[in-house]
């Protein structure tokens, strides 16, 4: 079965930094779009970043030009580097890829586990 793992949260200061990391293993095809989301507490999950096969990505209003996605696809990982992290940044933040297991068969999503990443003084 594909697993996507993520690593990187933590208890940060409000002004620094962390890098998240998501590695899918498993028997893979082709990884198309891979994100981040989050979920603080009483909210709804919600996209944080996003980046396609061909390197282009988008983001979320509240993040652009703090945060930024990138993803090697020879390790089958997608990175989610964040600066300038404010409290309202604190969340589960969640691993997600669009992926074909068989050449010729549907594309599905599949989820990480999650990692919390904490901001406070």
């Known amino acids: 079965q594909v697993q996507l793992v993520e690593s990187g949260g933590g208890l940060v200061q409000p002004g620094g930094s962390l890098r998240l990391s998501c590695a899918a293993s498993?028997?893979?095809?082709?990884?198309?779009?891979m994100g981040w989301y989050r979920q603080a507490p009483g909210k709804q999950r919600e996209l944080v970043a996003r980046?396609?096969?061909?390197?282009?990505?988008n983001y979320a209003d509240s993040v652009k030009g703090r945060f930024t996605i990138s993803r090697d696809n020879a390790k089958n990982t997608v990175y989610l580097q964040m600066n300038s992290l404010k409290p309202e940044d604190t969340a589960v933040y969640y691993c997600?890829?669009?992926?074909?297991?068989?050449?010729?068969?549907?594309?599905?999503?599949?989820w990480g586990q999650g990692t919390q990443v904490t901001v406070s003084s």
């Open positions: 997600n890829a669009d992926l074909q297991v068989v050449v010729g068969t549907r594309r599905s999503d599949y």
């Open positions: 498993g028997s893979i095809f082709r990884i198309y779009n």
């Open positions: 980046i396609t096969i061909l390197g282009n990505t």
